[in-house]
């Protein structure tokens, strides 16, 4: 699955406008988000924690617009403790 971090940055800058500053300073935001939701997700006690970890990064790449990540998440919510698909999550996150 390809990700293309391009529609993070278009998304940012039709909020924010031509304001590269605060479009890079939002995408730290955005990706230091994504990695505390996977780390909620590996931290998971059980299949109700990951489920919420992964609706939480699904819920953040939807307002982002990062479409692929949103999808991934929302496949991850219905595979509690898997450790290939929070591969896939982490490899996905260190990708934008």
Not at 54 to 80: E, H, I, N, T, Y
Request: charged share 20%.
């Amino acid at each position: 699955m390809a990700y293309d971090p391009g529609a993070i940055d278009a998304t940012l800058a039709a909020a924010v406008g031509d304001e590269p500053a605060l479009i890079a300073e939002l995408r730290v935001a955005f990706v230091d988000s994504a990695e505390r939701a996977i780390a909620t997700i590996e931290n998971a006690a059980d299949a109700a924690g990951w489920a919420l970890g992964a609706a939480r990064l699904k819920g953040l790449a939807a307002s982002f617009g990062a479409v692929r990540l949103m999808a991934l998440a929302s496949d991850a919510a219905c595979m509690p403790h898997d450790a290939a698909m929070l591969r896939k999550l982490k490899q996905a996150v260190a990708r934008l």
